[in-house]
C-alpha cells in the first residue's frame, strides 16, 4: 500500500470517527427533520463536541446529555448566556454565532441530547 494510500485511510477513519455520535435530528411530523434542530446538530458537531463529546456525554467540558443541561440550566436563556459569555473554561461563543445559530445549539441539546 502506498502511503499515500495509508494516510487517505487513516484520515478517512479520524474524520468518521469525529462525525459519528452526535444523535441524529428526529423526524417530525412531515417525515422531515426540524431545520432549525439540524442547524443546532451541525454546529454542535464542528463547535462542541471536541469538548462535550459528541453525544453529550462529556469530555474536557462537561456531561450535556441525560438531561444534566435542562437540570443547571432551567431557564434556556442562560444556558443562552453561558454560550455567548463563556465561562468555567469555556470559550465564548458571542460573535462567532449568530442570535439564530445561538438558539438552534441551545434547542439541540435540550430536545435531541436531552
Known amino acids: 500500500m502506498s502511503r499515500l494510500s495509508h494516510c487517505l485511510i487513516v484520515v478517512t477513519a479520524l474524520l468518521a470517527g ?3 455520535g ?3 435530528v428526529p423526524l417530525g411530523p412531515d417525515g422531515n ?4 434542530l439540524t442547524v443546532g446538530r451541525d454546529l454542535w458537531s464542528k463547535r462542541c463536541a471536541s ?3 459528541g453525544d453529550g456525554g462529556g469530555g474536557s ?3 450535556l446529555s ?8 432551567p431557564d434556556p436563556a442562560e444556558q443562552k448566556q ?5 465561562g468555567n473554561g469555556m470559550p465564548a ?6 442570535d439564530s445559530e445561538t438558539e438552534a445549539v441551545v434547542r439541540y441539546t435540550r430536545e435531541v441530547l436531552g
Open 82 to 86: 453561558l454560550i455567548l459569555e463563556g
Open 33 to 36: 427533520p426540524d431545520p432549525e
Open 22 to 24: 452526535s444523535p441524529e
Open 93 to 98: 461563543f458571542a460573535g462567532k454565532l449568530s
Open 61 to 63: 467540558g462537561p456531561k
Open 51 to 53: 469538548c462535550h463529546g
Open 66 to 73: 441525560a438531561g444534566k443541561v435542562a437540570a443547571k440550566f
Open 18 to 20: 469525529c462525525s459519528a
